[in-house]
């Protein structure tokens, strides 16, 4: 799934809005016609290590 901000404004979407989980070839479409921007995924951030000999 892919997240896609518009450039545009689209079927009743303000431009600079997101489009959350689209198929990847939706999210394609979108860029292909102009109205639109894939993102790129975001990594979720590193967990703190828990208890062990290098916790604090």
Same mark, same amino acid.
């Given at each position: 799934m892919t997240n896609v901000l #518009?450039?545009?404004?689209?079927k009743g979407?303000?431009?600079?809005?997101?489009l959350k989980d689209l198929a990847d070839g939706e999210?394609? +479409? #979108? $860029?292909?016609?102009g109205v639109g921007q894939? #993102?790129?995924? $975001?990594?979720?951030?590193?967990k703190? +290590?828990?208890k062990g000999s290098d916790a604090e």
């Open positions: #518009l450039t545009k404004k689209y979407r303000a431009a600079g809005s997101i999210a394609t +479409a #979108l $860029e292909t016609i894939k #993102l790129k995924d $975001e990594q979720p951030a590193p703190k +290590a828990g």
